[in-house]
């Protein structure tokens, strides 16, 4: 895996712990995703059972749902970008910013290892 010119190598011990994280954090979404998809199932079988609702139990459901589908998604997008960092930790890209195919640089992808860009790209990105 590529490092920058004023880092060590990635060692062996490094790879395995940057990799078991990622998947530790795959089974914690998968886990997140499934306790919210049966969550927003309970509420949506709710939802018809509405008689009687003011409109503030209504809009309390409502939000419960909109709220449950929000970190069902997040928690999904999160997953991808974890499963891409395995796939691109098995195809030899890890580690190159997507952007400007520099390092991306080892202490930011121990802090972040679903990082797909190099610092200096990710600030030009926040500025857009």
Not at 29 to 47: S, V
Not at 62 to 83: C, V
């Amino acid at each position: 895996m590529a490092v920058r010119d004023d880092e060590e190598p990635w060692t062996e011990a490094e790879l395995t712990e940057l990799r078991a994280e990622v998947e530790s954090d795959i089974a914690q979404l998968e886990r997140e995703i499934a306790t919210a998809e049966a969550e927003l199932h309970d509420l949506m079988l709710d939802a018809g059972d509405g008689a009687g609702d003011d409109q503030a139990d209504a809009g309390a459901k409502t939000f419960e749902r909109e709220q449950e589908i929000s970190l069902a998604n997040n928690a999904r997008d999160l997953l991808d970008q974890n499963r891409r960092a395995l796939q691109r930790m098995a195809d030899g890209t890890y580690g190159l910013c997507e952007s400007c195919g520099n390092p991306i640089g080892k202490l930011r992808l121990q802090a972040a290892p679903r990082a797909t860009l190099c610092m200096p790209c990710k600030k030009k990105e926040e500025r857009r």
